[in-house]
T-cell receptor, first 115, second 115 residues
Framework: NAGVMQNPRHLVRRRGQEARLRCSPM?????VYWYRQLPEEGLKFMVY????????ESGMPKERFSAEFPKEGPSILRIQQVVRGDSAAYFC?????????????FGDGTRLSIL | GESVGLHLPTLSVQEGDNSIINCAYS??????FIWYKQESGKGPQFIID?????DKRQGQRVTVLLNKTVKHLSLQIAATQPGDSAVYFC??????????????FGRGTQLTVWP
């Protein structure tokens, strides 16, 4: 059973370009979360999605950032007009749809570097 | 803002010794706690979790203790091995009765195990 798959593992963009980060949740998981991590810091929540719905986007900047989790295909975190401050590791996690003791399982992240 | 923090940023132990990693939280509404291990270049890996209706839970070589009175969480690792070297994060969820929803992470403790 494959874990959470993120791609690309590393992404380099120049200022002003767009970055697209992909996340395929674990099989059977319909809840996806995106987190951002700066060096030597903990993960900070960005957005929580279910299939075709954004449940909580309170941690995501209002401008330039968007996320989706379509009915088919991976979840996408999109960053438009990237700036140097967007350089970070972006992690996706997934969990199954039922409530209970079901921890979020994480992918190995996409490391975004802005030149 | 984040409500989970850590007492010590680094911890060095001798191989074979027991390790204790501490975590403080401030949100009384938190009722689900998770410990993750993150190795360099990888995503957080689930270690153990605990609900607020428990004060202790044991896994393989790991024990989590929860003291709700002082809002303190600890991870004990028995017979620490070099492979345990990593950054350890505690995370909390405030969605009462559910493990769904965003996690709040602390900054992390770097555990180094010396042979």
């Amino acid at each position: 059973n494959a874990g959470v798959m993120q791609n690309p593992r590393h992404l380099v963009r120049r200022r002003g370009q767009e970055a697209r980060l992909r996340c395929s949740p674990m099989k059977g998981h319909s809840h996806v979360y995106w987190y951002r991590q700066l060096p030597e810091e903990g993960l900070k929540f960005m957005v929580y999605l279910q299939k075709e719905n954004i449940i909580d986007e309170s941690g995501m900047p209002k401008e330039r950032f968007s996320a989706e989790f379509p009915k088919e295909g991976p979840s996408i975190l999109r960053i438009q007009q990237v700036v140097r401050g967007d350089s970070a590791a972006y992690f996706c996690a997934s969990s199954p749809p039922w409530q209970g003791n079901q921890p979020q399982h994480f992918g190995d992240g996409t490391r975004l570097s802005i030149l | 803002g984040e409500s989970v923090g850590l007492h010590l940023p680094t911890l060095s132990v001798q191989e074979g010794d027991n390790s204790i990693i501490n975590c403080a939280y401030s949100n009384s509404a938190s009722d689900y706690f998770i410990w993750y291990k993150q190795e360099s270049g990888k995503g957080p890996q689930f270690i153990i979790d605990i609900r607020s209706n428990m004060d202790k839970r044991q896994g393989q070589r790991v024990t989590v203790l929860l003291n709700k009175t002082v809002k303190h969480l600890s991870l004990q690792i028995a017979a620490t091995q070099p492979g345990d070297s990593a950054v350890y994060f505690c995370a909390e969820n405030t969605a009462r009765g559910s493990t769904l929803g965003r996690l709040y992470f602390g900054r992390g403790t770097q555990l180094t195990v010396w042979p």
